[in-house]
C-alpha cells in the first residue's frame, strides 16, 4: 500500500491569511494526487484532482502543486467558510490511501 | 446530478454482518467510466478506503479487510451493496459511499455516510 503522510495535523490561522498543506506519498504517484475538504458531520468534498485540476465550482483561492511524491494545498486568503480538516488521497493505485488530515482551526 | 444515499442497520452486535446499500439516482450505475466505492471514517478519524466495483461487477479490495468484505452491484435497482462479515468493534464507523471517476481517479460524489455502531 502507498502510505500518504500530511503535515501539519493542525494549524491555527486567521481570515486572510495564506496557508499551504503538504502530502507526501511512500512511493511515487505521478500527478494522481487528489484533495477534499471535510467539515463536521459532513461527507468529504473533492477540491482538487490530479494534483492542480479544481474541480467545479471550487474557488480559485485554492491551488495545489507538486508531482513524485510532494505535493501541497495552498489557499491563498483563508475565509471563514474554509475552516474545515483537509485530506489527500493517491488515486495511483488500489488500494487508494488517504493522508491522515490537517484541520485548519480559527486562531 | 447524481446522488448517492447509504442505507442499512446502524446497530450490530460483534460477529454479526454488517449489510449496507447505496442507492445511485441521477444516473446509471451500469454506465460510463466510474467505479462505486465504499469508504469508512471511525469517529471523524482518518478515512478508509474499502474497495470498488466497476459496471462490469469487477472488484477490489483493501488487503486488511479483503477476507470479510463483499461489494455488490443491483443494476436493476441502480444500487450496489456492502457486506462486511464477522464485525467487531473496531469495524465501528461512519460508512461513505463514492463514486470514483475513472477519468481522474478522484472520488467527485459521495454519499452523506450512515453511522454503524458494533455492540453488545
Known amino acids: 500500500d502507498i502510505h500518504m503522510t500530511q503535515f501539519p495535523p493542525s494549524l491555527s490561522a486567521s481570515v486572510g491569511d495564506r496557508v499551504t498543506i503538504t502530502c507526501r506519498a511512500s512511493q511515487t504517484i505521478s500527478r494522481y494526487l487528489n484533495w477534499y475538504q471535510q467539515k463536521p458531520g459532513t461527507a468529504p468534498k473533492l477540491l482538487i484532482y490530479g494534483t492542480s485540476n479544481l474541480q467545479g465550482g471550487v474557488p480559485s483561492r485554492f491551488g495545489g502543486r507538486g508531482s513524485g511524491t510532494d505535493f501541497t494545498l495552498t489557499i491563498s486568503s483563508l475565509q471563514p467558510e474554509d475552516f474545515a480538516t483537509y485530506y489527500c488521497q493517491q488515486g495511483y493505485n488500489t488500494p487508494r490511501t488517504f493522508g491522515q488530515g490537517t484541520k485548519v482551526e480559527i486562531k | 446530478q447524481v446522488q448517492l444515499q447509504e442505507s442499512g442497520p446502524g446497530l450490530l452486535k460483534p460477529s454479526q454482518t454488517l449489510s449496507l446499500t447505496c442507492t445511485v439516482s441521477?444516473?446509471?450505475?451500469?454506465?460510463?467510466?466510474?467505479?462505486w466505492t465504499w469508504i469508512r471514517q471511525p469517529a471523524g478519524n482518518e478515512l478508509e478506503w474499502i474497495g470498488r466495483i466497476s459496471p462490469s461487477g469487477s472488484t477490489n479490495y483493501t488487503p486488511s479487510l479483503k477476507s470479510r468484505v463483499t461489494i455488490s452491484l443491483d443494476t436493476s435497482k441502480n444500487q450496489f451493496s456492502l457486506k462486511l462479515r464477522s464485525v467487531t468493534a473496531a469495524d465501528t464507523a461512519v460508512y461513505y459511499c463514492a463514486r470514483d471517476d475513472d477519468s481522474n481517479e478522484a472520488f467527485d460524489m459521495w454519499g452523506q455516510g450512515t453511522r454503524v455502531t458494533v455492540s453488545s
Open positions: 441521477g444516473g446509471s450505475i451500469s454506465s460510463g467510466h466510474y467505479y
